[in-house]
């Protein structure tokens, strides 16, 4: 009987792990990671999107995840710095999803980001951006182990 009760616990587990992969959304993530560290530039919520291991390939610029922290710290500092001479700019960006394939414990996945730069009711600059990233599964989570992003026209 005891056996039975240990079998059947390990398969509701297996079940209620698959079901919880199965219903990860891989728009939403992005769409918060853009938010977070792109829009926010909150340096903080880097470990929630990015295994420790990861490379970042932004524009021809290589990072370790602590040189991207400096990066995300540096920007936050420039638009802070903005907004003391009264300039408060506003993100929006507007994910087009080009491809998306998993595989047991990984992933990868390219989208088109066109992010708009506002003060106020003017909108000073679009950037459009072509991105790629390959995503691990540890432990229930997703994290990117790999991003790239390229401007484009």
């Known amino acids: 009987m005891r056996f039975f009760l240990i079998v059947g616990s390990f398969l509701l587990g297996q079940i209620l792990f698959a ?10 993530f992005f769409e918060s990671f853009f938010e977070e560290i792109y829009t926010q530039l909150d340096k903080e ?3 929630n999107y990015f295994s420790e291991d990861a490379l970042i ?15 995300v710290d540096q920007m936050r ?11 408060e700019f506003q993100r929006k960006n507007e994910l087009e999803f080009i491809e998306f394939r998993k ?11 066109s992010a708009s730069f506002t003060v106020g009711e003017t909108t000073i600059a679009e950037l459009n951006s072509l991105v790629s990233a ?6 229930g989570n997703w994290k990117i182990q790999m991003y790239h992003m390229s401007l484009i026209n």
């Open 19 to 28: 079901q919880n992969t199965e219903e990860w959304n891989y728009e939403d």
């Open 45 to 47: 919520k880097l470990d």
């Open 57 to 71: 390939l932004e524009n021809g610029v290589v990072y370790d995840l602590k040189e991207f922290e400096s990066k």
């Open 77 to 87: 500092n420039q638009f802070d710095e903005e907004a003391k001479s009264g300039y």
């Open 103 to 113: 595989h047991e414990k990984s992933l990868w996945i390219s989208l088109k980001n």
């Open 134 to 139: 390959f995503l691990i599964e540890k432990g």
